[in-house]
């Protein structure tokens, strides 16, 4: 986690949210609190297998099978656990399998139920600390990690959560038309582009495109489409032009710059890409030159380093990293979801006609987010994925694009749910031939 990026405002919160609360050897308030929501949900929920359909009995097993193999991996350091196997080397991949086994296996209308109180949560606790955030910056009081300039925020997991609810606030605004989600979904996306991090920007804009695109085939607007591509261009051209014109100096043009540098390729300097880019490809090219099933194990140093790069540049390509440090196993698993994503978004489109509009666009909306996500993971630190932060929400994403099915869709949006569909309804994978009905 991005722990020594945060701004005065949030080193409290930090220390006492996320940081172990005995001695860096036991879980944190966080942890026990996810623990605590998937035990609440577990014991008031019917589980069955079936509940998951194949997908997810496939994710799960998957996840399972990953933490078996790291305790078995012959290259870790004896002394780290009981008998050689190291049971405590990440406690928070206990409480990760925990949450992924309860969205996966409880009925789908109790998950409906949690991912809508869940989010409610989590999105007052975003507004507030995002209002928060942006008065601190207004008042020059931000976070100055990058080149000295005020930024809102540059800790890299909590704006991938920000990303994450702008583009679920967006969904709710285009098929419901609620006008608080959409200034939700403005403050959140504000937050972005004043964080000086581009990878989440990056990765935000992409996702809207992205939907643009899917919204656009659902309601078979391609003048729409075309239009609205169009006037964003003409826009993005006439601001860039602009600063160049006016000759914005400062910190203003420091934001730009860095922007519109991302691809540049330089290792110097704001306008290049910090070398990440042809960090990734040379960790990946690593990876496959070494050539191993296992990685190096665990209680080996936090830290691999690319060959000939200094020791600034750490791993950031996810999927190399986790073949480097734990095996060519967890790099399939982090690949196989966003097949099964895929797959979903497949059948999505097979069963349109079936289904509603504003199903499907959520739902798709959902996916494509996750996939750009996945995409992004091969420019990002093995954190971005693995850390605990990082894994609850990717779970969450997963529930929503496994689990909402028809039958449940609306539930998320307080209608009510016929007693039948609490018995047993279907997941996304597997749509029933009335599900064009409203419930």
């Not at 920007?201 to 809207?208: C, D, F, H, P, S």
């Not at 591509?229 to 006016?246: H, N």
Request: with cysteine; charged share 15%; aromatic share 16%.
């Amino acid at each position: 986690m991005d722990l020594w990026r945060p701004t005065d405002g949030t080193v409290l919160l930090n220390q006492l949210f996320y940081t172990s609360i005995y001695r860096n050897s036991f879980l944190s308030l966080f942890e026990l609190l996810v623990i605590f929501i998937a035990l609440v949900l577990l014991l008031h929920s019917h589980v069955h297998i079936k509940n998951a359909g194949k997908a997810g009995v496939f994710v799960f097993a998957f996840a399972l099978l990953c933490f078996v193999f790291d305790l078995l991996n012959p290259n870790n350091d004896p002394s780290a656990g009981f008998l050689g196997i190291p049971w405590r080397y990440d406690l928070s991949v206990y409480v990760y399998l925990l949450l992924l086994f309860a969205v996966l296996f409880v009925d789908e209308v109790r998950v409906a139920e949690f991912l809508r109180s869940v989010g409610i949560a989590v999105l007052l606790f975003a507004f507030v600390r995002g209002v928060i955030l942006l008065i601190q910056w207004a008042r020059g009081e931000g976070s100055h990690t990058f080149y000295g300039v005020n930024a809102t925020l540059t800790e890299g997991d909590t704006l991938r959560l920000f990303a994450a609810l702008q583009i679920i606030t967006m969904l709710v605004f285009v098929i419901k038309k609620n006008r608080l989600c959409a200034l939700l979904s403005v403050l959140f996306f504000l937050i972005e582009v004043l964080s000086f991090r581009r990878q989440s920007l990056l990765t935000v804009i992409v996702a809207i495109v992205s939907i643009l695109v899917w919204y656009v085939f659902i309601k078979n607007r391609a003048r729409v489409f075309f239009k609205t591509v169009l006037y964003s261009l003409l826009l993005a051209a006439f601001g860039y032009v602009s600063v160049i014109g006016f000759g914005l100096e400062g910190e203003a043009r420091i934001f730009i710059d860095r922007y519109f540098g991302m691809f540049a390729g330089e290792r110097q300097g704001f306008s290049g890409d910090t070398g990440h880019f042809l960090e990734s490809y040379l960790t990946m090219s690593e990876a496959f030159a070494r050539g191993r099933f296992w990685g190096y194990g665990v209680a080996d140093p936090d830290a691999i380093y690319i060959a000939g790069a200094s020791s600034d540049f750490i791993v950031h390509n996810v999927y190399a990293a986790a073949w480097l440090y734990r095996g060519l196993y967890l790099t399939l698993f982090y690949v196989s979801l966003s097949g099964v994503v895929l797959y979903v978004l497949i059948r999505l489109v097979h069963r349109r006609r079936e289904l509603r509009h504003e199903f499907l666009i959520f739902q798709g909306g959902v996916a494509l987010f996750f996939l750009v996500t996945a995409v992004s993971w091969a420019f990002s630190p093995i954190n971005g994925a693995e850390s605990i932060r990082m894994r609850v929400l990717w779970t969450l994403l997963l529930a929503v694009v496994l689990r909402i099915g028809p039958l449940t869709f609306d539930l998320i949006f307080e209608k009510p749910v016929s007693a039948t569909s609490r018995e047993g309804t279907k997941s996304a994978c597997r749509f029933p031939p009335n599900s064009r009905q409203k419930i």
